[in-house]
T-cell receptor, first 116, second 115 residues
Framework: AQTVTQSQPEMSVQEAETVTLSCTYD???????LFWYKQPPSRQMILVIR????KQQNATENRFSVNFQKAAKSFSLKISDSQLGDAAMYFC?????????????WGAGTKLIIKP | ETGVTQTPRHLVMGMTNKKSLKCEQH?????MYWYKQSAKKPLELMFV???????ENNSVPSRFSPECPNSSHLFLHLHTLQPEDSALYLC??????????????FGPGTRLTVT
């Protein structure tokens, strides 16, 4: 069964600096999707960025980018120029085409603290 | 706002009570989901509805009973809950269940406390 591991329960970064959140996963499949979701203190979870395993190019969305290392099964999220509004729980998730229901498999989350 | 609303936002109930959680999506989606979120644990998928048909029940105890009268509304009926059922219950929706890339849109959640 696939699993997703976020080894950092909590991270902190100074405002305007760069921070990287780690995510590793276990799978024997070759095609799948990976997602990073953000859950601010208001609790509404929103998608930050997604990556398809077949695409070699790392996804980017403004200040957010990923470092996708397929062989290492690693999918880290880099946040550049951190802002106070980036403070949130960040969840990594995996979706497999082999699951008939296309369920998301979630990590336990990393709490990101932004220091002003 | 993501276009998914949940009510109530907070709920305190005794173990013998019956209550319902409501979710509504205004996005024209066809798939809706219930998740349980407990502290320091991954999100647990509870139920999935695709075009109003239940397609997933992840071994959820019968004290949780979902209902999906149409593609825009999803309910979670609660009865005789246990204290360990206290958690944040999240509703989500997506265009349909069968596409790898489809993003799920989440509601703000209902914080449930069982006393």
């Amino acid at each position: 069964a696939q699993t997703v591991t976020q080894s950092q329960p909590e991270m902190s970064v100074q405002e305007a600096e760069t921070v990287t959140l780690s995510c590793t996963y276990d799978t024997s499949e070759s095609d799948y999707y990976l997602f990073w979701y953000k859950q601010p203190p208001s609790r509404q979870m929103i998608l930050v960025i997604r990556q398809e395993a077949y695409k070699q190019q790392n996804a980017t969305e403004n200040r957010f980018s990923v470092n996708f290392q397929k062989a290492a099964k690693s999918f880290s999220l880099k946040i550049s120029d951190s802002q106070l509004g980036d403070a949130a729980m960040y969840f990594c998730a995996y979706r497999s085409p082999m699951d008939s229901n296309y369920q998301l498999i979630w990590g336990a989350g990393t709490k990101l603290i932004i220091k002003p | 706002e993501t276009g998914v609303t949940q009510t109530p936002r907070h709920l305190v109930m005794g173990m013998t009570n019956k209550k319902s959680l409501k979710c509504e999506q205004h996005l024209g989606h066809n798939a809706m989901y219930w998740y349980k979120q407990s502290a320091k644990k991954p999100l647990e998928l509870m139920f999935v509805y695709n075009f109003k048909e239940q397609t997933e029940n992840n071994s959820v105890p019968s004290r949780f009973s979902p209902e999906c009268p149409n593609s825009s509304h999803l309910f979670l009926h609660l009865h005789t809950l246990q204290p360990e059922d206290s958690a944040l219950y999240l509703c989500a929706s997506s265009q349909a269940q069968g596409q790898l890339s489809y993003e799920q849109y989440f509601g703000p959640g209902t914080r449930l406390t069982v006393t």
